[in-house]
């Protein structure tokens, strides 16, 4: 069975703060895929990234970075310099290729605080 | 464009009402899904179409039925619900690829009460 953990339930910074929201990930498959998503408080859930399992290579876009790490099982997201417009729920999913259904954690709620 | 819409924003419903909620996607994507999340609570899958068959059933009670139409819509007909069936119903769809997992886009939900 697939498992996705988001220790971190709540955060709160202020604007310019660099913030990591840590994911943990347990699967069986070999090959598998991990997802990040914010959903602000409007409800829609906006698509982050995408990395699989077989890339192990940081990502950075803008303010944000990704670090996968096989060996911890985890996908962290990093945001550097937060503003306000940041505040949301992050959720971090796992898919596998067979079924493609999301597995998502159980989100943390950033807040930044002008 | 990678918008997916959702009527209607809101439905405010009697437990013996039937209504419905349409989902439409103009991508090409040939997956969709329905997901239900409540308050604080992640997303939860319910049904997954792959090319407009039904693919995925999550035990969803009857008083759920999905349909496909099209490769674009996707509709979720309720009837007879429960107060506990009030949530954000979330639609989303994906590429299709063999051995490959897309992103899935989300639309903006509908959210339901069940008086």
């Known amino acids: 069975a697939q498992k996705v953990t988001q220790a971190q339930t709540e955060i709160s910074v202020v604007e310019k703060e660099d913030v990591t929201l840590d994911c943990v990930y347990e699967?069986?498959?070999?090959?598998?895929?991990l997802f990040w998503y914010k959903q602000p408080p409007s409800g829609e859930l906006v698509f982050l990234i995408r990395r699989n399992s077989f890339d192990e290579q940081n990502e950075i876009s803008g303010r944000y970075s990704w670090n996968f790490q096989k060996s911890t099982s985890s996908f962290n997201f990093t945001i550097t310099a937060s503003q306000v417009v940041d505040s949301a729920v992050y959720f971090c999913?796992?898919?596998?290729?067979?079924?493609?259904?999301?597995?998502f954690g159980s989100g943390t709620r950033l807040q930044v605080q002008p | 464009d990678t918008e997916v819409t959702q009527t209607p924003k809101h439905l405010v419903m009697g437990m013996t009402n039937k209504k419905s909620l349409k989902c439409e996607q103009h991508m090409g994507h040939r997956a969709m899904y329905w997901y239900k999340q409540k308050a604080k609570k992640p997303p939860e899958l319910m049904f997954v179409?792959?090319?407009?068959?039904?693919?995925i059933n999550e035990s969803v009670p009857s008083r759920f039925s999905p349909e496909c139409p099209n490769s674009s819509l996707l509709n979720l007909h309720l009837h007879a619900l429960q107060p506990e069936d009030s949530a954000l119903y979330l639609c989303?769809?994906?590429?299709?690829?063999?051995?490959?997992?897309?992103?899935?886009?989300f639309g903006p939900g509908t959210r339901l009460t069940v008086t």
């Open positions: 179409y792959s090319y407009e068959k039904l693919s």
């Open positions: 999913a796992l898919s596998d290729t067979g079924r493609r259904a999301l597995t």
């Open positions: 989303a769809s994906s590429q299709l690829g063999q051995g490959f997992t897309y992103e899935q886009y």
């Open positions: 699967t069986r498959d070999t090959t598998y895929y």
